[in-house]
């Protein structure tokens, strides 16, 4: 939802380092995937109720993650990255919740109706991306993307300040995770309304 809103604010500090990067020799695709190993880095310390030292690999690791994306555009953007880039993503927005799980079997519940959450939000954004490709149809609400992004309650942005959030105050992770869950469900329907409006013709 706020995700195309702060572009504007973040985008240029992220170039400005991007390019640093990139003048070091590293590639946009070797640091997603540092970006994975840190996020998932942050799973097992989750899983192992060390929620501190979650918080702070969840930050480097969707630090990276915006890096990557600005390392390509100081270098060379290919269909490859893009690809790798949304895989990582998902494979870290699913590890999270189910690392919860796995920490307290309390929590096992409202984890897997988030990665299911996840995963329906996850189709409809690639369902989305897919057919306005197919139609010819751009935007660069969300900077320079490899393919479309279609806007939603539920976006990067919010689901990150969601995982720091529950790092924060594990002890709620039940009642914040059906709560974001519910959100994601109401992305699934913004999203196939405007999908309804975009390419009934």
Known sequence: MFDAKIRPLIDPPLNAVGRGLARMGLTANSITLLGLGLGLGGAYTVS?????WALALV??????DGLDGAVARATEKTAFGGYLDIVCDFIFYVSIPLAFGI????NLLPAL?????FTITGISFLAFAVTAGEQGVETSAHGEKSFFYS?????GGETI?????I?????????????????????VLQRTVLAWLSFRG
Do not use: K, N, W
């Open 161 to 165: 300040a969601f995982f720091l959030i």
């Open 59 to 64: 930050v480097l690791s969707r630090l990276l």
């Open 167 to 187: 790092c924060l105050f594990p002890g709620y992770f039940a009642t914040l995770a059906y709560i974001f869950a519910g959100l994601c469900v109401l992305t």
């Open 151 to 155: 806007t939603g309650i539920a976006e």
């Open 103 to 106: 920490a307290d079997p309390v």
């Open 113 to 117: 109706m988030l990665v299911a959450a």
């Open 48 to 52: 192992q109720g060390h929620y501190g």
